[in-house]
């Protein structure tokens, strides 16, 4: 059986790209931590691809730090490059992937800072025109000004 179960942290943002075929993959890493008897810790990266749907919500909503787990199946891949030295690239197709610590912190901070701009440009916007920020402009306001 061909079965992966990982608890860890992302090491960087997903890669999300959309192929030719029009399929959706996405590519990030997992830092998993292992703690020997000794009381040292050692830690381990593991690659990680999802692929359609799956891949565009871990694109969308998952960021470098945040605590995921992951469930999927080994795959080892191997190609050849221009100079004819064979590569193999060992890897986690997830079919599931779990967040454990919410939804980054930055598009918190960014929906803030876009509201934050919106609320400005219209206080801006009425503030030159003289109408309340709050009162709905109509065709025939516009027609008249």
Not at 10 to 27: C, F, I
Not at 59 to 74: F, H, N, S
Not at 84 to 102: C, I, P
Request: glycine share 8%.
């Amino acid at each position: 059986m061909n079965k992966v179960l990982l608890t860890g942290r992302l090491t960087r943002d997903p890669e999300l790209r959309s192929l030719a075929s029009g399929k959706t993959v996405t590519q990030f890493s997992v830092a998993t931590n292992e703690y020997r008897t000794n009381g040292q810790e050692k830690s381990e990266f593991h690659n990680v691809v999802t692929w359609d749907r799956l891949a565009e919500i871990c694109g969308q909503y998952l960021g470098k730090g945040q605590q995921v787990a992951v469930e999927g199946r080994l795959q080892t891949r191997s190609w050849d490059d221009d100079r004819g030295l064979r590569h193999w690239k060992t890897e986690v197709v997830a079919n599931s992937v779990e967040m454990l610590s919410g939804r980054r912190k930055k598009d918190y901070e960014a929906e803030s800072a876009a509201d934050s701009l919106a609320a400005q440009a219209s206080a801006l916007g009425a503030e030159s025109t003289g109408i309340p920020a709050d009162d709905p402009v109509t065709a025939d306001d516009e027609a008249a000004a």
